[in-house]
Nanobody
Framework: QVLLVESGGGLAQPGGSLRLSCAVS????????MGWYRRAPGTERELVAS????????YYIDSVKGRFTISRDNAKRMIYLQMNNLKVEDTGVYYC???????????WGQGTQVTVSS
């Protein structure tokens, strides 16, 4: 069973930055494309960024391009999301999981709340 533990969320002002971390248990992490997802208030959970396992190719939705950067450390079984120039619309609960575009996701962790407000 894979366990996902997200951390690093909090309150930020517009234009501010946060760095999210996700610890992933399980031996398949190193070969699994991973993603960060966001559930904004009143919306469905959506994939906002992903990174492949071997060559670290990155994907972002348009609304976060140029502001968010996803990264991973296979040795530590961690993925990260650096979020810069935060906007109010980035508010939501952020989760990590396998990239749903190519794999079935694992059980979801508790997520980490990001609130962007002045």
């Amino acid at each position: 069973q894979v366990l996902l533990v997200e951390s690093g969320g909090g309150l930020a002002q517009p234009g501010g930055s946060l760095r999210l971390s996700c610890a992933v248990s399980g031996s398949t992490f190193k070969i699994t494309p991973m993603g960060w997802y966001r559930r904004a208030p009143g919306t469905e959970r959506e994939l906002v960024a992903s990174i492949t396992a071997a060559n670290y190719l990155e994907y972002y939705i348009d609304s976060v391009k140029g502001r968010f950067t996803i990264s991973r450390d296979n040795a530590k079984r961690m993925i990260y999301l650096q979020m810069n120039n935060l906007k109010v619309e980035d508010t939501g609960v952020y989760y990590c999981n396998a990239d749903q575009r190519s794999l079935r996701t694992w059980s979801w962790g508790q997520g980490t709340q990001v609130t962007v407000s002045s």
